[in-house]
């Protein structure tokens, strides 16, 4: 080819023979007294074989050559990190007020972005620029790229570091700036090949098929814009279309926290996710905060190589969930997959219901802030009617308060339930006055001592206070109540009829018999039966979406726990594990602190907390479960014989009154610190020769 590439690179930038580059390539032939060409494409060509020299020095005929291109390499990533990845003081401030809406959106409120939090993004900014600069430059230097000409190899690089990242609506690559904090593009080395073999052949007027037949690439090859027609390829090879998305059959993939972060990375590179996790910091954080997984479809070839879907855990809970469509969303034709692996998650339907409800009040903030008209189901969904608001904060949503404020509260709630505003209550004078169908706020009426001639709302949009009532006569509870109800100074449950629905706790701390006790059908938060000596005639409803507590139980005699516990276990004063069934998660601790032998203990197959067994002397007939997502106390055994632990355990292990490590045969992997206080100093710098993955106390 006689300098096609050359004359091609100055139709494309016709001074690009007079950049500093190429006269400072001139100038040290001349100093070397070597004749020169003045001719634009021969100083171009001059320019491209000292490049050449440069990382393929010799041909690499000598180990010496290898060690002078790996310190060209080196001095050319510097080179580029000085002039091209972006410097502290040009983040925007756009960036970090980005950050602060992204929180805002998740019901996290409004957060304050410190020095010290902006040191740590700018920090995992530029790391995450080095990372997919670096992986353009060590493949466009190895011999890997041997098949391109030098001048493709400068064309792809020059102008690969004028690009951000891509836009999948608009199908294109945004244009990087001073001030751009996305990472480079990700290196996808089939569309890369594409380019090159496309560009090389038109330049050559090879009559090829491939582009003779696509009027599409024909016109992008008109242009020449690297960045247009590596979009066009990445689509091309990519499942972007719906017929390449249909195929949904694939593999999940787990990446175990604390593990190594460059498999996770080498996977997502060059499929164009969009996903922060491609870069290496962020990965590596990522893993350092809990498992991923990732959802990997099927190629032609039938491997698991695309990534369709990405979980991060955060600890034991969900943090994201993140797809392939456009804005990180799951495509139309993933969410049975998903649907069916969030199953396995303890939160995963909350997270879904999280998603949904900060999604839902994101677009009636929207609203709001355009002073439009709010319809009749974002009324009942703004002021809680239906269930109460969920999001990612500990606290309640600062933009409900934000978006009721000065809004007519009568007005707002008579319309979302067609009833007279008479038939509403926002005070306790206006609550118990009768005949009131929606209270909207709590009602505290612990002083009251007494039911009789209490006429209490329909429904109470918040918590109910009744901490002082010590007997139920006379009391009539609301059909609903969206917040706590205390009932704490109750002893009996005579009398007592309950609402089906209690959205938050319900308090019945004091109670010591449950004769004449009915359950809620629903508690979604915690249950406190603290003073309960006897589960005879106890019911509980199939699912507790808080903790239950149950601390003064001695004997399983009659329990029948529910069959899902989304949050603590409390048996602290249980002492025989006779009779007693678990549901097969609990989805926070299981405190079995005063059990004394594992006779007849069954435990859960997964804990998502941590499990207390802090008296138990034998590990005798002691089967663990499968997967303890929190630590483990066996704080009083005293013989590890007969015991085998789950492969992970990923909180601390407790075994400080371990006396011998005769038969101790410890987890693969255990997250926290490991307590073997009683061992002897010997056995325990075997243990830590033996396992030397696990930190000691």
């Given at each position: 080819m006689e300098k096609l590439g050359e004359q091609f690179l100055h139709q494309k930038d016709s001074k690009l023979?007079?950049?500093k580059p190429i006269e400072k390539t001139q100038a040290r032939l001349k100093s070397k007294g070597e004749k020169i060409s003045q001719k634009p494409v021969d100083k171009i060509e001059t320019h491209l074989n000292r490049i050449e020299d440069i990382f393929n020095p010799d041909?690499?005929?000598h180990h010496k050559d290898f060690d002078r291109k790996e310190r060209n390499i080196n001095l050319l990533k510097k080179n580029l990190y000085d002039n091209v990845i972006i410097k502290q003081e040009d983040i925007p401030e756009e960036y970090y007020e980005n950050q602060r809406r992204l929180a805002r959106e998740q019901g996290r409120g409004d957060i304050e972005v410190t020095e010290e939090m902006k040191d740590q993004l700018n920090e995992i900014i530029i790391s995450d620029q080095k990372s997919t600069l670096d992986n353009w430059t060590n493949y466009l230097t190895s011999t890997d790229s041997d098949s391109y000409p030098m001048w493709a190899k400068y064309w792809t690089f020059t102008n690969m570091l004028k690009l951000s990242s891509f836009d999948k609506e608009k199908h294109a690559f945004g244009k990087r700036g001073k001030g751009t904090v996305a990472p480079f593009p990700d290196l996808n080395r089939e569309a890369l090949a594409y380019v090159a073999d496309a560009i090389i052949k038109n330049i050559s007027k090879e009559d090829t098929p491939d582009i003779k037949n696509n009027p599409e690439l024909q016109k992008l090859l008109q242009g020449a814009n690297f960045g247009k027609l590596y979009a066009h390829a990445i689509e091309k090879i990519t499942p972007t279309e719906g017929d390449e998305l249909l195929n949904i059959e694939g593999e999940w993939i787990k990446y175990d926290k604390g593990s190594g972060h460059m498999p996770l990375v080498k996977s997502l590179q060059g499929h164009g996710t969009g996903w922060c996790t491609a870069g290496e910091t962020t990965a590596k954080a990522h893993l350092q905060g809990g498992d991923f997984y990732v959802?990997?479809?099927y190629d032609k070839q039938g491997k698991p190589i695309i990534p369709r879907v990405a979980i991060r855990m955060q600890g034991s809970e969900i943090g994201e969930v993140r797809g392939i469509a456009h804005e990180q969303n799951l495509d139309p034709?993933?969410?049975d997959v998903v649907n069916d692996k969030m199953k396995e998650?303890?939160?995963?339907?909350?997270?879904q219901?999280?998603?949904?409800?900060m999604k839902h009040l994101t677009e009636i903030d929207m609203k709001h802030q355009g002073n439009e008209e709010l319809t009749k189901d974002e009324l009942r969904f703004l002021y809680e009617i239906d269930h109460k608001i969920k999001g990612f904060g500990y606290q309640d949503d600062p933009r409900v308060k934000e978006i009721l404020e000065g809004r007519d509260i009568k007005d707002d709630v008579s319309c979302a339930l067609d009833c007279s505003r008479d038939q509403l209550s926002t005070t306790e004078e206006e609550a118990l006055k009768g005949n009131i169908k929606f209270h909207y706020g709590n009602l505290n009426l612990s002083s009251l001592q007494s039911a009789k001639g209490l006429e209490l709302p329909e429904t109470i949009?918040?918590?109910?206070?009744?901490?002082?009532?010590?007997?139920?006569?006379?009391?009539?509870?609301?059909e609903t109540i969206n917040g706590y109800l205390d009932l704490c100074s109750l002893r009996s449950a005579e009398g007592l009829e309950l609402p089906e629905t209690i959205n938050g706790n319900l308090n019945l701390k004091s109670l010591q018999s449950a004769e004449g006790l009915e359950l809620p059908e629903t508690i979604n938060g915690n249950l406190y039966l603290k003073s309960l000596q006897s589960a005879e005639g106890l019911e509980f409803p199939e699912t507790i979406n808080g903790s239950l507590n149950l601390y003064s139980l001695r004997s399983a005699e009659g329990l029948e726990l529910p069959e899902?516990?989304?949050?603590?276990?409390n048996l602290k004063s249980l002492q025989s594990a006779e009779g007693l069934e678990f549901p097969e998660t609990i989805n926070g601790n299981l405190d079995l602190y005063s059990l004394r032998s594992a006779e007849g203990l069954e435990l859960p197959e997964t804990i998502n907390g941590n499990l207390y067994l802090s008296s138990l002397q034998s590990a005798e007939g002691l089967e663990l479960p499968e997967t303890i997502n929190g630590n483990l106390y066996l704080k009083s055994l005293q013989s590890a014989e007969g015991l085998e632990f789950p492969e992970t355990i990923n909180g601390y292990l407790d075994l400080c009154s371990l006396r011998s490590a005769e038969g101790l045969k410890l987890p693969e992997t255990i997250n926290g610190s490991l307590y073997l206080n009683s061992l002897q100093s010997a056995e325990k710098e075997k243990l830590r020769i033996k396992y030397p993955n696990i930190k000691f106390f």
């Open positions: 023979h007079t950049t041909s690499l005929k959802y990997y479809s034709y993933i969410n998650f303890p939160d995963g339907e909350e997270y219901k999280k998603v949904a409800d949009n918040g918590n109910l206070d009744l901490s002082s009532l010590r007997s139920a006569e006379g009391l009539e509870l609301p899902t516990i989304n949050g603590n276990l």
